[in-house]
């Protein structure tokens, strides 16, 4: 599975990343963020993509699975 | 609850900004000036002392309020962060910058919008700087801009600007005479303590919850077609210009404007450089004291390099002057910044070029 580390990365670079993952990737794209707001925007951005997500909270951070 | 998940709930809540900066104006607060973060950030520098010009020497509780609010809804709601180690002094060299940008223009984005809806057309050509500036950030992004990661620290670390913002507050509340204040101009005019600072808690904590940053919503216009942030700013600028109708405020026109000059290559300028900084800072003014108050220290050290520059810009004289008629005393000033203010303009655009386009990449 395709990883994105955007671990601590300030806006926009998690979503820019994420939506080049997506573009680039057939398959799912692991996602790792570390703040609310930008796992939200990750989680909108896939929405509006027509892909579902799964999002965990993994200690203080944040994984989000796109298929 | 989550204000993001929809447009209608993030228009509410700069609507709800909205209301506390037509507060702020109808309570005292300078014109077109309800609420600047520029502007009373470069008043409170001034109110400890980091610069002497006496028409802006006050310590505002809005820019306190804003942090504390940020701050206390962000441990209520968990997202409290301690985080530090992006790239810190290109981040305070930043600071500087947006203050020296937005002291050319004489507004923060924010007071940008708040003079669109007062009709000031200067602000209009303003935004034509700012757009260009988020638009240079944008292509410096795509090319893979990053001041890099950030990571987590003692919760501590995060707690400092809004300990400090504390401290200068309870100097207010205890009416300390170290502070100064002005007795004539912009930094005389001002809402009652409690208004300010209230008010400055719920802008704080209602920008926190929607993210409001007027850089951030037109960036992400440009960049992803994505109108989410762009919702919060239409709708504060919406209920001021409501206000100013309602109250006769409304004059379309570059003249007569309070606190503005009409040097339109300088207004255009000083924009540009507010909106490439706050770009590549990862959110204007506001954003950054919203990020600092939730336990950024990058963002923290942000806002110290905007104190900084703004005492920079008064004690070198690089701030502009307002425009302002003829009276029977004094004479009629053109208003903008002299020679020294457009030599410090055109040293930031190249810092900020350097900044953006050499070496600062994602790894």
Redesign the interface.
């Known amino acids: 599975m395709k990883e994105v580390d955007a ?7 998690p ?3 994420t ?1 080049d993952a997506l573009k680039n990737e057939k398959g799912p794209v692991k996602v790792l963020v ?4 930008q796992k ?1 925007n990750v989680e ?2 896939a929405k509006s993509h027509g892909k579902t997500y799964k999002s965990r909270e993994i200690g ?1 951070e944040f994984e989000i699975i796109i298929e | 609850m ?1 204000l ?2 929809s447009k209608a709930k993030l228009a509410v809540g700069g609507a709800l900004c909205g209301v506390v900066a037509v507060l702020l104006a109808i309570f005292g607060n300078p014109g077109n000036m309800a609420i600047c973060i520029a502007c009373f950030i470069r008043d409170t520098a001034g109110a400890l002392g980091m610069h002497q010009a006496a028409v802006v020497q006050y310590a505002r509780p809005e820019i306190i309020g804003i942090v504390l609010g940020a701050f206390i809804i962000s441990v209520v709601t968990k ?1 409290y ?1 301690s ?1 530090a ?2 790239s810190p002094m290109i981040r305070f060299v930043l600071g500087i910058i947006i203050m020296i940008g937005a002291l050319l223009f004489l507004g923060c984005p924010l007071r940008m919008v708040l003079r669109m809806a007062a009709g000031d057309l200067n602000a209009y050509v303003g935004l034509i700087g700012f757009v260009a500036g988020i638009a240079t950030g944008i292509v410096a ?2 090319q893979g801009f ?7 620290t003692n919760k501590m670390n995060g707690a400092v600007l809004p300990v400090l913002m504390l401290g200068i507050l309870v100097m207010i509340l205890m009416g300390s005479s170290l502070l100064i204040a002005s007795e004539k101009g912009p930094g005389s005019m001002h809402a009652p303590v409690w208004l300010a600072l209230i008010g400055g808690i719920v802008f704080g904590a209602l920008a926190q919850k929607t ?1 409001m940053c007027f850089a ?1 919503s037109i ?2 216009i440009m ?2 077609k994505n109108f ?1 942030l762009f919702s919060v700013i239409a709708a504060l600028f919406g209920v001021m210009l409501i206000y100013n109708i309602a109250t006769g405020n409304f004059h379309l026109s570059f003249s007569g404007q309070p606190v503005a000059h009409a040097q339109h290559l300088w207004n255009i300028l000083g924009m540009y450089i507010v909106g490439l900084a706050a770009t590549l ?3 204007c003014p506001l954003r950054q004291l919203v990020l600092a108050g939730q336990g950024s220290s ?1 963002a923290a050290v942000t806002v110290a390099g905007m104190f900084v520059g703004s005492a920079l810009c008064h004690n070198l004289k690089l701030a502009s002057a307002a425009a302002a008629a003829a009276t029977a005393e004094t004479e009629a000033v053109v208003g903008g910044p002299a020679i020294q203010g457009k030599i410090a303009g055109v040293i930031c655009i190249v810092v900020l070029l350097i900044i953006a386009f050499a070496g600062n990449k ?1 790894k």
């Open positions: 671990r601590g990365l300030s806006c926009p670079e979503l820019m990343m939506a570390s703040e609310v707001n939200m909108k951005y203080s | 989550n993001t998940d997202e962060r985080t180690g992006s992004l795509k990053s001041l890099g990661r950030a990571h987590e993210r951030g960036r992400d960049l992803m989410d800072a990862g959110g990058d994602r």
